[in-house]
């Protein structure tokens, strides 16, 4: 969650308290009915947070407070919104202010990038009021969305495996795929990092795809050469010294750090094969002045080829 948010929520839990101080008193007009807005309504997954709003009915006097809770399915399969697995309700009950019309309940998406799965719907009431009677539409069937395409079906869990240049042992690393946190905006919706290379969480091979809007069709896949992969510098001693850490290759003994390995990827999105002319580097980079050293880290990977969980 971001501190933005966090801060956001610390203010709101402070002003229900200032509130709570000046309260006017519960409602005491008669033919005041709390609703909600509709018997159905629907969100996309990738909305971190969303409301579900509550009407009133008639002039109130006071406040009202109303309390919701979430009905147990009848059955559990892939179209049902299991609670603190697929969402989580912030707040059970909420307070609306006297001569308020509308009140709302926050919901937390728990939404997994990359997975796709059929919509699913959970099914909320209202289980209490105070300060009004309940209206006509006491429950309603909130439904998430799934927006996952093409591009965000590539996140995820994969089984990167390769033959180490040197040796021609053949090696393996868990990775999962997922877009950088402070991307370009030239890489939205293009770049993928594959996390968890070397067996070290922060380090990534950066895969550039091109979709086609109109079919979402991949029509290129590659690993981009001379992109950092790793988020920090660290010294390496003598004779480097604090460095970074860049993608690069080797061909007829001379570095390529231009270009891209180039690789195809299977109609079903589930296999990406790359080129074995070029074998994967990390070479090093000097810091402060970002001049490439003739190091590198880790093991020297050809044949690669990712396979996804």
Known sequence: MKLTKIFAMALAALAMTACSDDD???????????????STMEVNEDQAFFEIPVMVTGESN??????????????????????????????YTITIPQGAAVGAFEVRSLWVQGVVNPDRTFKVKIANVEGAEIGAISSADVTIINIDDNFTKLFGRWTLSATNYKTGEEVSYPVTLGVPSDPEPEEVGHLINAYGYHKDPD?????????NEDNGNVEYVGIMLDYLTWPYYADFGDPIGYALLCTSSIYNNSWVQQGSIDGEINDEMTEITFSDEYPLINRLIAYPSFSYLSYTYGTQLIGIKLTKN
Do not use: R, Y
Not at 67 to 81: L, M, Q
Not at 203 to 211: E, H, L, Y
């Open 24 to 38: 006017n008193g519960l409602n005491t007009n008669a033919g005041v009915t709390v609703d909600f807005e509709g």
């Open 62 to 91: 006071g406040d009202i407070k109303v309390t919701i809770e979430v009905e147990a399915p009848a059955e559990v399969n892939d179209n049902v919104a299991v609670e603190d697995e697929h969402f989580m309700i912030t707040s």
């Open 203 to 211: 380090m990534f091979i950066p895969i550039w795809f091109d979709i």
